[in-house]
């Protein structure tokens, strides 16, 4: 039984959903299986039929910001997340500690937290978290406020049992010390995540970004089931090749180029590591903290002058390169009933999740996966501007019909749009322009969603996407 002053290491543990669904329990105890994995696992049989009796299970693309609003909609769900976010505090993480970028899986993590009474040690871990130090202010201010965190004096810390307490400070002055030998770098803390902290240094601790997941989610006492789409300890980046033949570097140039702010001393000089797992470490371009907000990207965007032909991943050396994607996602695209590639940044947050070896067989081949549902993006914004919604689709197909599925070597075995994308989940409203004749030719059946109330514009909430879901299963 859970107790608000317990162990971190007493809390309940997180299911395994990744079981293929016909795979027994053999050597378990079935008194200590969760109900819902069990009724998850016996709720199939051995020709892959669904029962709806149970609830489906999920899998769900989406970057940070972009799949928040909507993740409530998945009650079986894992989350699958892109880790080449170069954007605020994460930025300034990579430059100085290099590995990937954990910003968007920090930003999950902390929106799957359990709802917890305000107040409530649960809420002040939450609160803690989810924390950012100041902006609009010196540096030498936001170093003491970080500070006093670190030693366990801010008021942040009210109302967290002590156990927890020091787990996550433990972690907080691992970062420190990782931050103090490099001291050279001049690490800035303007606009700082204390949760991409706590994450970065649990990383680095294990020297594992899922260890640090499984860290994070059991201090939180959450089941959610994140998984980073690429399993490495290195940088990962992403660029982009336009119709024109211009080549861009990095999520935030191709996405939302912000303001940054420079430090005070000199870039070091700094040598690129070779290839490992298919990514290297990259030189970091600028010795800047990017000043991103979600609020800034939705002000407005100055238009891409060419449209995006390809998304690629590349190393320290600039070299092209093909990393692994995480064997657990592929696990999951062959267990998994019902995918979703989630509203968000389409070449940025949904197309690094897909421009890997062996996802796009995994996805047409998978037994289970009977339904591909894209929800639609409201508007468009710098990377897709002026698509339409068969522009989308395509653009999902095209990826996923590259040399990705052979990791650039031959010919990839190409396969029907709707063997990528079955369904389309599309607003009241939308300023996307729906074709629905042309989007039916291509084998996937439109579903027109009530846009979410309460707000000026059309937007999607849990709410509108749950009911949407729904109504794709019905069918």
């Known amino acids: 039984m859970y107790s608000p002053d317990s162990s971190v290491f007493d809390l309940p543990f997180q299911p395994d959903i990744t079981r293929t669904p016909h795979e027994t329990w053999e050597g378990d105890n079935p008194s200590l299986v969760p109900d819902d994995v069990r009724v998850h696992a016996q709720s199939h049989v051995s020709d892959g039929n669904y029962h709806s009796e149970s609830k489906p299970s999920f899998l769900v693309i989406s970057g940070g910001s972009g799949g928040n609003s909507i993740c409530a909609a998945f009650d079986n769900a894992c989350f699958v997340l892109p880790v080449s976010d170069d954007g605020g505090s994460s930025s300034e993480i990579i430059r100085v500690l290099g590995g990937p970028s954990i910003g968007d899986v920090r930003s999950r993590l902390v929106r799957l937290i359990p709802p917890a ?14 924390y950012r130090l100041p902006l609009d202010v010196l540096e030498s201010e936001a170093r003491d406020e970080w500070r006093s965190i670190i030693e366990g004096h801010s008021s942040l810390w009210s109302g967290i049992s002590n156990d927890r307490k020091e787990v996550i400070r433990g972690f907080l002055v691992y970062f420190e010390n990782e931050i103090l030998r490099r001291a050279h770098k001049y690490f800035s803390f303007l606009n700082g995540s204390i949760g991409n902290y706590f994450l970065a240094g649990a990383q680095g601790f294990f020297r594992s ?30 660029a982009v090749e336009l119709e024109d033949g211009t080549k861009i570097l990095g999520q935030c140039q191709i996405s939302h180029p912000a303001p940054v702010v420079p430090t005070d001393s000199e870039l070091p000089s700094l040598e690129p590591l070779s290839p490992v797992d298919g990514v290297a470490e990259t030189i970091p371009q600028h010795r800047f903290n990017v000043l991103y907000s979600q609020q800034s990207k939705e002000d407005g ?4 002058h060419s449209r995006i032909s390809r998304l690629y991943y590349i190393n ?9 994607p995480n064997p657990e996602y592929i696990k999951n695209l062959s267990t998994s009933e019902v995918l979703v590639y989630s509203c968000g940044s389409l070449w940025t947050s949904i197309i ?12 047409a081949g998978s037994r289970f996966l009977r ?3 894209l929800i639609l993006n409201s508007k468009n914004d710098r990377e897709t501007d002026g698509y339409t919604a068969v522009d989308y689709i395509r653009a999902i197909a ?12 031959g010919n990839a075995t190409r396969y029907p749009i709707s063997a990528f994308v079955t369904h389309l989940v599309y607003l009241e409203g939308t300023e996307i322009e729906v074709d629905l004749e042309t989007i039916t030719t291509l084998g996937v059946r439109c579903i027109l969603a009530d846009k979410a109330p309460n707000f000026a514009t059309p937007q999607y909430d849990a709410a509108v996407v749950r009911q949407a879901i729904e109504e794709v299963l019905a069918q």
Do not use: W
Request: glycine share 8%.
């Open 209 to 238: 970004l899922p260890s640090a997941i499984f860290l994070f989610s059991t201090i939180t006492n959450s089941q959610a089931n994140i998984l980073p789409v690429i399993v490495t300890n290195h940088i990962t980046t992403i």
């Open 371 to 373: 339904v591909k549902v």
């Open 301 to 304: 965007y100055e238009p891409l």
């Open 117 to 130: 009474p305000p107040g409530s040690p649960l809420d002040a871990v939450r609160t803690l978290l989810s």
């Open 316 to 324: 320290g050396y600039g070299h092209e390169v093909y990393p692994k």
């Open 352 to 363: 690094p999740c897909l421009a890997l070896r062996g996802v796009a067989s995994a996805i």
């Open 398 to 409: 095209s990826v996923l019909n590259s040399q990705y599925s052979l990791g650039g070597i």
